[in-house]
């Protein structure tokens, strides 16, 4: 589904829907009670969040990579037709059977998709991983975190502050911080969350394209986007100096029919544009049209390393 305008810019549909937000929360909660969480054989470093989509927790996770020497992944790949325990061959799997973050996550270290986290994480220990990256299942309590870090886009934050439908939010803030060793916050914190993050270490990133990047500046784009937060994207490309000419945003996910692409890339044409997508997005294209589309590829740009470090101390030896 694509992200309610509502749920970041408030309005009274997210006053009345508030009730079954509540009821939402309360049988994920219970939901959450009844499982027992077990060991991994190795570390488990889970990067979070506690919106529905579009804080930026892949990009977090690519980064984490650099930092943690024999890090694998593992996700339970969204999306994805494979059960697992499967490692991922960007070059045999597709975003259909593996979803699509893992297809990214395997371009910066062996990524292992399973929809039981403790078999994957079993898998990945005997192959040799020596700590584990989860880029998703802060709200799975089925593995120990051996740290928990939660991603936070600080130009939106907690949105209107509701539980899914009423809201982002796929759990109440407080729930969620309890359970965290740290937040990470992208960009500035433009709706005041500072104060309410309970001492936590914030970590202070932004979101920056490559430099390759820089050959859109003063090009005319047609650009789309299926990923939790469109408007990100678009606002992105305009921060770069790329001509936004055309924006289509798609559901969360959205796997690509080569009609739509078709469609994309005449109306490109027409105006005269180069059709661009995210590096997420670019895997659901249908391969033959790849070489039609261009990516604006992003990174994760540390304030304080040291800070990080710090917090990555609490894995022993397993970092740096």
Same mark, same amino acid.
């Given at each position: ?6 749920? #970041? ?13 509540? *009821? #939402? ?36 996770? =690519?980064? =984490? ?6 890090? $694998?992944? *593992? !996700?339970?790949? #969204? ?34 998709? !399973?929809?039981? &986290? ?17 880029? /998703? ?22 949105? $209107? ?15 969620? *911080? ?15 969350? =500072? ?8 970590? &202070? ?23 939790? &937060?469109?408007?990100?994207?678009? /606002? !992105? *490309? ?10 289509? !945003?798609?559901? /969360?996910? %959205?796997?690509? %029919?080569? $009609? ?10 027409? =105006? ?9 997005? #670019? ?38």
């Amino acid at each position: 589904m694509k992200t309610p305008a509502f749920w #970041y810019k408030g309005g009274a549909l997210g006053t009345l829907l508030s009730p079954v937000g509540k *009821l #939402y929360a309360e049988l994920a909660r219970r939901d959450y009670a009844k499982l027992v969480p077990q060991k991994a054989p190795v570390p488990v470093i889970c990067v979070g969040n506690l919106v529905a989509g579009g804080a930026g927790k892949t990009p977090v996770a =690519l980064a =984490l990579a650099e930092f943690l020497p024999g890090a $694998n992944y *593992l !996700s339970r790949g #969204y999306g994805g037709s494979l059960a697992g325990p499967m490692l991922v061959d960007p070059h045999r799997h597709g975003y259909a059977q593996v979803g699509d973050e893992p297809l990214l996550l395997a371009e910066a270290a062996p990524c292992w998709v !399973s929809k039981d &986290r403790l078999a994957g994480a079993r898998a990945a220990a005997a192959h040799g991983a020596r700590c584990l990256i989860m880029d /998703d299942g802060f709200q799975n309590p089925s593995l120990i975190k051996d740290l928990s870090l939660l991603v936070i886009d600080g130009a939106v934050g907690f949105g $209107n502050g509701h539980c899914i439908p009423a809201g982002p939010l796929r759990e109440p803030v407080e729930r969620g *911080l309890a359970r965290a060793d740290a937040i990470i916050l992208l960009g500035e914190d433009e709706t005041g969350l =500072l104060p309410r993050l309970h001492g936590l270490p914030v970590l &202070r990133a932004v979101l920056e394209p490559e430099v390759e990047a820089e050959t859109l500046r003063g090009e005319t784009v047609v650009a789309f986007a299926g990923i939790g &937060r469109p408007a990100k994207f678009f /606002d !992105s *490309l305009e921060a770069l100096g790329a001509r936004l000419v055309g924006a289509y !945003s798609f559901a /969360d996910h %959205h796997p690509y %029919h080569p $009609n739509e692409i078709a469609e994309l890339l005449v109306e490109a044409d027409k =105006l005269g544009a180069a059709l661009v997508t995210t590096t997420k997005d #670019y895997v659901r294209v249908p391969l033959q049209q790849r070489d039609k589309v261009g990516v604006l590829r992003i990174t994760v740009t540390w304030q304080d390393e040291a800070a990080l470090g710090k917090v990555l101390d609490k894995l022993g030896g397993n970092h740096l």
